[in-house]
């Protein structure tokens, strides 16, 4: 029984093996090895470490490495695995692009925790297919790790890492590697439903609202023409500047700019509310601005 069998035989059963006792296996002990001169020759070449391991039998040298020792094996295999899942996802496409004749509807759950359609569109097939690995050699780290690097990020004093911290946009992220499902971020439901919002806006078309703007200056008036978005925000309840920065983020990404190639009515749509939440933002921030001080009483006594 090796050292590492008698451990786990011991973890298991919380007593240690009766009968048994741990005999290190050495260099030596194996003839077709000790017979090998240039196995011998890489051993000594090897760390001290290593050395005592592999001559002597002494794995304790590493205790508390084998998960770093671990990780840096996967890390060898995962590189071929990103190049190996590569070349699957484009015989996948290439045998999607053969067999489908229209395009295919699917389903995923998008930013504001609602499903979605998306659409894979055979035109978009059509060509010379490229598949490549991500550039990113690390492979997968473990949430403790992620965890830890977030505390040091919140400890930083940096003004431009904790506003990049306090983005809406990382609010998930946030909250996921803290841990604690009962952690509240204030800014998490606003983000939330804007997304809802903006995925009902691009789905809706303006609103034409006829109304008279000249009746006071005669008898007649004449009708004016406002466009209007489908969903008004609430002055009062709304969260007019996370959900303005969201909107106008939204108007950069991929979605966004899909949007106003295809659904151009749509992507209007998002533009007038985006509007309304500047300008009710803006209103806000001149009547904080306006506010008078109040003015400053002194109770003390005259001397």
């Known amino acids: 029984m090796t050292g590492r069998q008698r451990r786990e035989w011991s973890a298991r059963r919380n007593v240690t093996p009766p009968g048994l006792r741990f005999i290190p296996a050495r260099f030596f002990d194996n003839p077709i090895y000790a017979a090998d001169k240039n196995s011998q020759k890489t051993l000594l070449a090897l760390l001290t470490n290593l050395k005592r391991a592999f001559f002597d039998g002494n794995w304790e040298v590493f205790a ?79 949430w403790s790790q992620q965890h830890a690097v977030l505390l040091q990020l919140l400890a930083n004093p940096d003004p431009q890492m904790q506003a990049i911290l306090a983005h809406p946009e990382n609010s998930a992220l946030l909250e996921r590697l803290i841990g604690l499902e009962e952690f509240v971020i204030p800014e998490e439901e606003s983000r939330t439903k804007r997304y809802r919002e903006i995925a009902q806006l691009v789905a809706e078309m303006l609103v034409v609202h006829r109304q008279d703007v000249t009746a006071a200056a005669s008898p007649g008036g004449v009708e004016a023409e406002v466009i209007l978005p489908s969903i008004m925000p609430d002055e009062f309840a709304d969260n007019h500047a996370v959900k303005l920065e969201i909107c106008m983020r939204w108007f950069s990404s991929d979605a966004g700019q899909v949007a106003k190639i295809e659904v151009p009515l749509g992507y209007m749509n998002v533009r007038a509310h985006a509007l309304f939440h500047r300008d009710f933002l803006r209103k806000q921030t001149t009547a904080a601005v306006a506010l008078p001080t109040p003015p400053q009483v002194n109770t003390g006594r005259a001397r």
């Not at 071929?80 to 229209?102: E, G, Q, S, T, Y």
């Open 64 to 142: 508390g490495q084998y998960f770093d020792r671990a990780m840096g094996r996967i890390g060898l295999v995962w590189r071929r695995m990103k190049f190996l899942h590569a070349d699957i996802m484009l015989l996948a496409v290439n045998c999607f692009w053969r067999n489908r004749p229209n395009d295919v509807e699917v389903t995923a759950l998008g930013a504001g925790a609602a499903f979605e359609s998306k659409w894979i569109r055979q035109r978009d097939l059509k060509g010379h297919l490229f598949s490549y690995p991500e550039t990113d050699e690390r492979y997968p780290t473990l």
